[in-house]
């Protein structure tokens, strides 16, 4: 007969789970915590078997890697974008895997488990595809430790009753006889049974030890062991003291457990290295007589793991209270702000408290809030996940801002809408600077619109009709008028554009005899005159008859000139209201105004100055263009955050900073997220880093960064402490938000400025110079005459005395100087070819220096940076190019009355197309830089702005004509060049003189 077995051991079938959870390499992480999170509910009554603790990976039905909930809990407490990251890039592999070719015991599966030290072991077939999954729950619930005490006790007693046995064997020899063959059967099975529990005790991953009555250890297996960090031979014979904490009382302890039997609970196990283990433990005193069993299962990865989780969740609180973009968690069904960061409640100027009784809805602006409660109303319904909306708030104070807001919707495992996580970003000071910069664009692109179109007719009526009725479409205002001045001073309204329902005025004549005497030369200086309120301004009493007569609550008035002289008036009336009339308005209307007086007065060069409107407006179309990149570029730019340590060592930089900086998350730890600052700020920003660590505040700043393409991208940072909840410095966050675009944007319009700024310099010279050449003609008129009569009379009267032949000399002399004043107009107003050949400017300069130093005073030293050969040759008048170098390094001797120093250099210089643009007649292409500086006394920028019109000298009456920088500049232009001036007071002046070299080169790269 079969003896019956003690402890039944289990097969592989019974702790196998053969439904486990599969996903994709493709699936998110925050996918699958949902899925083990659902799965884990809807098997919470099934047995042990139906395990949801991991997932395994599968690719084409083969298992490629696997994910624990142990490592899912490291993830989040090491990374905040795991519920972005596939399981593909955090999953472990390779994996170890039982391969289920032949029957295998349990036995053997948890020995393999034991030897890998894995908690979770894949079951698969001969193709690679798994089949179930065993873990270390399931075969600890297997083998059950109470049946291994009972089992033990049973193998106790029956070793007693064989040694019965053995003593009697004599007498009871024929009695046993005829079961002789079952006992040894027995006996056998007994073996087999001790070296299966050998097994399971040599093979268990909880710590196992069996002590005497001294609470000194006897046995214990490789667990153990390895729990206690010693070896088992120097573990035999030690005692629990030898373990326990120093002030526990071992006696009263071990007492007090012999007496009850049994006990459990958790202490801290003291080891050999100085370690400290979390212990829990379950013991049972004499499960056999004066033998005690303790299983024991370290429980410090648990709590290492509750720390982590504790400090993750305290990081991420203070970089959400510190974060310098507002953050709000709100809850359905109004979205309340609870809770809400500090920087959303300075935002709002609201308290926490009152944030918390608003909705959304409370603090949007009606315009903005329709679009809003759509998309809001998405994400209720499940169409939408999140959102982005750049829209305006309305604080506390009822002052309107701009915040760009970042809404994700989080729902539960059933689908419900449960979270809104939402951010929002001041953008206040771009989207100002934005509609400035675009009610500029429109400005100057209205006066563009407006100057090309009255300027394409000659017609003065039809550029006066167009002017008003534009004026009055844009100002939005009743009445719009173009009052013309008569040689009384009394006016007429020669132009009007009025709304049906407001009394015309056109052809109305009005005279007032105070006008010439207190307004006439205040409207000639420029003067402009407003009213918002009519009724609330202090005016004479006709005026304000007369203004009411016609309906007026509130007008604008500003002059239209001719030079200096007094056209009219451009007159806008608003008579439904008074008005506020805002800075932008009067501008726009001076601005027409001068347009106005330029069509009046220079009509007849309307073809001249086409081509340079266009230009003017091909270069305005390029900067809008521009803009319109800078908005599409700033509206996506997020945020990137730096956390540091209490000493300033970076342990963490997310995704969009790696971005914006050009480094991966390694690279930026420690001080490594300072190497892609640009190096002109490097030292900068570790000043300001370094005070921000002493003095432990907030502090904000810009500066640049050098991506390793070499791209200069600006940066606005803004770093604050984080604080523990006693108030010590426990780390630092930083935010960094890309402000290159703004900075672009501001080089753009400085360009468009100086642009704006050359065209009405080359306008004004154009002018002039119509002026000059008309008057060199009719001086010429004039001394032609004169010389040659005063040669006739030199022949025809040869006996003249001395007196009157030095009379007449002195009138040749005059005249000749006369003549010569008017070849240089002629020359500055048109130019004249003269001989042009192929020069070397080398060698022009070389000479023009040696002259200079022999003749001018010995104050004044002369540097020459000048190559002897290798630039490349200009096309040009050598005696005119002779005088315009002489022209300035006389200019610059007489800037030097005290003595300094004078330098004259030339290079080869490439025009590019950014700098072409910069200047109206810069074209691309090779050019020869000729420089004169000099140390004078230099000039105010307004002085610099009229130093090229004719006749305009600084100098005493009678040492200069103010033809020399015109005529300069005259015959430079001629040649196709440009000139550049730059001066300081006290510093000196520079003139570059650009002139067009051969083209034949290649260009530089």
């Excluded at 809408?417 to 009610?439: C, F, G, P, T, Y």
């Excluded at 307004?519 to 304000?544: F, K």
């Excluded at 007071?985 to 520079?990: E, F, R, V």
Aim: hydrophobic share 40%; proline share 4%; aromatic share 6%.
């Amino acid at each position: 007969m079969q003896p019956s077995p003690l402890v039944e051991l289990p097969t592989l079938e019974q702790v196998l789970d053969r439904a486990p959870l599969k996903v994709t390499a493709e699936t998110l992480v925050l996918d699958i915590l949902d899925l083990m999170g659902n799965a884990a509910r809807c098997t919470s009554t099934v047995s042990y078997t139906k395990s949801r603790s991991c997932v395994l990976v599968t690719e084409q039905q083969r298992l490629v890697g696997i994910l624990t909930a142990h490592d899912v809990v490291r993830l989040m407490a090491t990374r905040t974008d795991y519920p972005s990251l596939h399981v593909s890039e955090v999953m472990v592999q390779p994996v170890i895997t039982l391969p289920l070719s032949t029957p295998t015991p349990a036995l053997a599966a948890l020995s393999l488990m034991q030897q890998q030290r894995i908690r979770h072991l894949p079951v698969i077939d001969e193709s690679g595809t798994p089949i179930g999954l065993i873990t270390q729950n399931s075969l600890l619930q297997a083998f059950d430790p109470v049946r291994w005490v009972e089992s033990l006790q049973a193998l106790q007693g029956l070793a007693q009753k064989q040694m019965v046995w053995r003593s009697t064997q004599d007498e009871l020899e024929q009695r046993v006889a005829k079961r002789t063959a079952e006992l040894v059967l027995a006996n056998a099975y007994l073996r087999q049974r001790e070296t299966q529990w050998q097994g399971l005790f040599d093979n268990a991953l909880d710590a196992i030890a069996i002590t005497d009555d001294a609470g000194r250890y006897i046995d214990a297996n490789p667990a153990a062991c390895a729990l206690f960090g010693v070896a088992k031979a120097d573990l035999l014979g030690l005692s629990i003291a030898d373990f326990s904490a120093p002030e526990m009382d071992f006696e009263q302890v071990w007492q007090t457990f012999l007496q009850q039997g049994a006990m459990s609970g958790q202490f801290c196990l003291y080891r050999r290295d100085g370690t400290v283990r979390e212990v829990e433990f379950n013991a049972v005193a004499h499960f056999i007589p004066h033998r005690h069993l303790s299983i024991l299962r370290d429980m410090s990865d648990r709590q290492q793991i509750a720390a982590d989780l504790r400090h993750s969740e305290a990081r991420f609180r203070s970089i959400f209270e510190n974060a310098g973009i507002g953050i709000v968690v709100a809850s359905p069904p109004n979205f309340k702000a609870t809770p809400s960061n500090r920087s959303f409640q300075q935002f709002l100027g609201y308290s926490a408290t009152e944030l918390a009784e608003l909705d959304f809805t409370d603090f949007t602006h009606p315009e903005d809030l329709a679009q809003e409660a759509l998309l809001v109303e998405e994400c209720r319904t499940g169409n939408r996940s999140g959102y982005q909306i750049e829209k305006r708030f309305i604080r506390k104070d009822n002052k309107c801002v701009w915040g760009r807001l970042t809404a994700t919707i989080l729902r539960d495992p059933t689908g419900q809408l449960q979270l809104a996580i939402v951010m929002v970003e001041d953008i206040n000071d771009r989207k100002h600077a934005e509609m400035s910069l675009q009610q500029q664009l429109v400005r100057d692109q209205l006066i563009a619109e407006m100057t090309h179109s009255i300027r394409q007719t000659l017609d003065v009526d039809e550029v006066l009709q167009r002017t008003v009725d534009q004026v009055r479409q844009i100002l939005h205002t009743d009445r719009v008028v173009i009052f013309r001045f008569q040689p009384n001073w009394q006016g007429t309204v020669v132009t009007e554009s009025v709304d049906p329902q407001w009394t015309p005025i056109l052809s109305t004549t009005f005279s007032d005899p105070c006008f010439s005497d207190r307004y006439i030369e205040p409207y000639r200086q420029g003067r402009i005159s407003t009213i918002c309120d009519l009724q609330a301004e202090q005016l004479e009493a006709c005026y304000v008859e007369l203004l009411g007569h016609f309906q007026v609550q509130a007008h604008l008035v500003v002059p239209i000139r001719q030079g200096n002289q007094l056209w009219g008036l451009l007159i806008a009336h608003h008579c439904i209201s008074p008005r506020q009339w805002h800075y932008e308005e009067i501008e726009l209307l001076r601005q027409l105004a001068d347009q106005v007086g330029i069509a009046i007065y220079q009509s007849e060069l309307y073809q001249q100055t086409c081509h340079e409107l266009l230009e003017r407006q091909r270069i305005q179309d390029a900067l809008q263009e521009s803009e319109e990149r800078f908005r599409s570029l700033s509206t996506s730019a997020p945020v990137g955050i730096l956390q540091m340590n209490a000493d300033g060592i970076c342990l963490y930089a997310n995704a969009r900073w790696q971005e914006m900086a050009g480094l991966k998350q390694g690279d930026c730890l420690g001080n490594g997220w300072m190497q892609t600052i640009h190096p002109a700020d490097q030292q900068a920003v570790a000043v300001v880093w370094e005070m921000l660590l002493q003095q432990h505040q907030e502090w904000s700043w810009e500066f640049r960064l050098l991506a390793p393409k070499q791209q200069i991208r600006w940066i606005a940072a803004h770093a604050a402490p984080m604080r523990s909840s006693a108030g010590e410095i426990i780390g630092y966050v930083s935010t960094q938000i890309d402000i290159t675009e703004r900075k672009q944007a501001e080089v753009a319009l400085q360009e468009k400025k100086q642009l704006e700024a050359q065209f009405y310099r080359a306008q004004r010279l154009e002018s002039l110079g119509t002026l000059a050449s008309g008057i060199a003609h009719d001086l010429n008129n004039v001394f032609t005459p004169i010389l040659v009569l005063s040669q006739l009379l030199a022949q025809k009267l040869p006996a003249l005395d001395t007196r009157s032949r030095e009379i007449l000399d002195t009138l040749q002399d005059s005249a000749r100087h006369g003549a010569g004043l008017i070849h240089q107009i002629l020359t500055f107003t048109r130019g004249t070819e003269g001989d042009r050949i192929l020069v070397q400017a080398s060698q022009l300069l070389l000479e023009i220096a040696k002259v200079i130093e022999q003749t001018f005073p010995k104050s004044i030293a002369i540097c020459k940076h000048i190559p002897a050969s290798g630039l490349r040759a200009i096309e040009a008048d050598p005696t005119q190019l002779h005088q315009v170098i002489m022209n300035l390094c006389i200019n610059a001797r007489d800037a030097m009355p005290n003595g300094g120093t004078l330098t004259l250099s030339a290079e080869d210089h490439y025009i590019h197309e950014q700098l072409a643009r910069l200047n109206l007649d810069a074209q691309v292409g090779n050019y020869v830089l000729i420089t004169v500086t000099d140390t004078g006394v230099g000039m105010t920028p307004e002085l610099v702005d009229r130093i090229f019109d004719p006749f305009f000298t600084t100098k005493e009456p009678g040492k200069g004509t103010g033809l020399g920088l015109a005529t300069v500049l005259g015959i430079v232009k001629n040649h196709g060049g440009f000139l550049q001036v730059t001066s300081q007071i006290g510093q000196g002046s520079q003139f570059k003189v650009y002139l067009p070299a051969e083209q034949t080169d290649i260009p530089p790269s």
